[in-house]
Each structure stands twice: as C-alpha cells, then as structure tokens.
C-alpha cells in the first residue's frame, strides 16, 4: 500500500496498476482509519479556530478597555497637575466618598428598619393564623359536645321509652304500645344522622389541625412608608 502512494505521488500513471491491483483487508482497515483520523483532525482544528476567533475578540476588548483606563489616568494625571483644577478634583472624590458612606449608612439603616417590620408582621401573621384556628376549633369542639349531649339525651330518652313500651303488656293498652313503638322507631332513626353529624366535624377539626398558614404577603404599604419617612 505504501509503494502505491509512492507511485502516486511521483506522478506516475497507476490507473491500469490499480484496476488490477486488490488491497488486502488490513490495507483497506488502515485507508477506513486514514479518513477517519482526517476527519477527526479537520473537526479539532475548526474548533481550535472558533476558539483562536473567541480569544482575538476577548483580547480586542481587553486592548480596548486597557486604552480607554489609560486614557482616563492620563486625564486625571493632567488635571491634578493643573493647582485649580486638582483641588477640585480632590473635593469631588471627597464628597463622592462621603456619598458613597452615606448611601451605605442609609442602605444599612434601611435594612434594618425593614428586618424589623418584617419579623413583626411575620409574627403578628402567624399569632393571628393561630388565633383564628384555636378559634373555629372550640367552635368544633363545641358542636361535638352538643352533638353528644343531644345523643346521650336521645338515648336516655329511647330507654326510657323501652322501658315504657315493656311495661304496656295488658291489651287495652294496645294504642299506646303502638304511639310507643312508633316514638321508639323514630328515635332509632335520628342516631345514624347524629353519628354521621359527628363524623364530619371530627374530619373538620383534623383537618383544621393540619392546616399550614399561607403564605406571607409581606411588609403592608404602611410600614413601608414608615420606612420611607425615617430614611428621609
């Protein structure tokens, strides 16, 4: 194989060699991975363009920004040089960092007051959560104790009648065993309703006891106008 590169290159007319010429399988595997590391170059080397190309305009903007600061040093050089103009220029950068510790005493301040308005209404929100759930809980707790305050009446009252209804053996008091058993009857229907009453308001205060706060909105325009008054 290498001999008929050799050929190739020295110009020589392998045309009719090559049509008889048959490559063996190893020579065919080393031409697959001649191309395939050719491929793999080209592909290596445009990506080490794009990054030459990325680097240039880094290096452009470097160059930029290095003459625009010179540019300016220069400028302040030639001011401060000047006796009217350097005293000026040193009572601005003065009063520009008396500024700047201003803004941040103030931004300090600001922070702090916020912090403060912010753990009190947080609190206040939670405690008010809290307040209104312990709320409608005793009025749960009290309907469940009505609930069975009315049952245990029910059934006292049921066996009360029981008892009657026993008592009412004799046939001329016929009508009244059947008004008895009727009062009986009735009764018995109103328990399933009161458990099931009950039921629904045990899930009730579970639930309720379950339930997370919502979300905080956050600090009312009121403190933060407080805010806004102090800072000025």
Known sequence: MAAFFRKVLAGRDTSAETDEMELSPEDNKKLVELFENRNLFKRELEQVRAERDVLRT??????ARHEELHRQLT?????LADPEKGQNA?????LRAVWDT????????????SGRYVNAERAAFE?????DRNRRLDDLT???????HDWRNLRNTLGELQQGLDRLQGF???????HTQYEINRLNAQFKPVETAKLQLLAEMDALRNLKPPAWPGVNTNSRRAVNLTLL
């Open 58 to 63: 880094d290096l452009e903007d470097l160059r």
């Open 75 to 79: 400028s302040i050089e030639q001011m």
């Open 90 to 94: 040193i009572v601005y950068y003065q």
């Open 102 to 113: 201003c803004r941040q005493q103030l931004r300090l301040l600001s922070e702090e007051l």
């Open 127 to 131: 405690e008010n959560f809290e307040r």
């Open 142 to 148: 009290k309907q469940v104790d009505k609930i069975e």
């Open 172 to 178: 001329w008091q016929r009508r009244k065993r059947k």
